[in-house]
Structures are given as C-alpha cells and as structure tokens.
C-alpha cells in the first residue's frame, strides 16, 4: 500500500495527499475518536515559568493573537524593510531568504511570536542565539560600496511591531485608546519594578 498519492516534494498539491486508509488505520493505533491520553499530553506539555515580558491583558497580546496583525503586519514589516540597503547587502550575501525563504521567515515568525507570547527565559535564550546568528552578516555593500551591519535588529523589531499594530488597527477592531500620561507613567513603573523582581 503506497502511504502517499505523490511525493511531498512535489510542486502540485494534488499529488501530496495522504491515503484515506492510512489515516484510518492511524485511528486506529491511537484509539477511539474521544480517548484522549491527558497522561501524554501533560509530559510532553508543561505549563509555561511565567507569562513573559507582557502577559494575558497586555496590548501585547491582544494585537498579536488578533486574527490577521501578524501574519499581515509581518508581509509589511518585510516589505518596508527592503528599503534599507544595508539590510540588503546583508541578506544578499548570506543567501539564506534566497534559497531557504520558507524557512528563514518561519524561524522569524516563530522568533517575534515567542518574544510577544512566549515565557522569558525563552525569549532571552531566542534573542540570545538570533544575535549570535546575525553577529556574522558583516560585509561591504556590492552597489554603495559601504559597510554594512545585519545587527541592525532594534530598527528591524521596531519595523515589525510597528506593522503588526498598524495591521491590528486597520483590519481589525482599531484604534488602541490612548492613556493619559500619568497612566502610562504608571504602567512603566509597573513594568520596570515587575521585571526588576526577575
């Protein structure tokens, strides 16, 4: 019995289908549609340390878990980002979005989801290892003849968060309200002096 209708190395999806009884006799091995093993699932699923830098209530959270902001926002992000030369050079001579785009921009998905949702010693280890990555795109622009420096990432976060919340408030619910002053104030204290205890 062949397991698949094609290869998944196929560029037509009609040829990537799975046989119908293969996922029948898949059924089968694991049980009855309603036998859940809670047993499994709680060792291969633990509950986060913490709710990271920003938490359930956060601005944070509500513009990224909306629908369409991050997948929208991120297509901007990309796009505004190409006007940076530098960021060019750099992503020309590393050759990786040329030849591995699906990859790359789902390691930067995952990268931006973990810091927004994820708990905080993973997103320190994630920002940790993404500045190592990019430490080495380091080279001399081929068109300006300038330097360049793909360490640029607080132009490149503040490029993405940017347009996930642009995303958020045109094709979602809106405007965010805007807190007074002394509101804000406080909420950064709050912040700070939480993050301090950390």
Known sequence: ?????????????????????LVFSAIDKVGKAGDVRLDLIKKKYEPSADNGFFGPGSVTWKVWTYPSSALMGFMRAVTIEQLDPNLN?????????????????????????????GDTATATKAADILVKVHSKGIGIDPVTGGRYDSNSQLWIHMTAWHSILYCYEIFGPGKQSVPSPRNVRRSILTTCRAAAKR
């Open 1 to 21: 019995m062949r397991r698949f209708l094609g290869t998944s190395a196929s560029s037509d999806p009609r040829h990537c289908l799975l046989d119908i009884d």
């Open 89 to 117: 050079a750099s992503v020309e001579a590393s050759g990786g979005v040329r030849a591995r785009t699906r990859t790359r921009y789902e390691r930067t998905m995952r990268y931006f989801a973990l810091v927004a949702s």
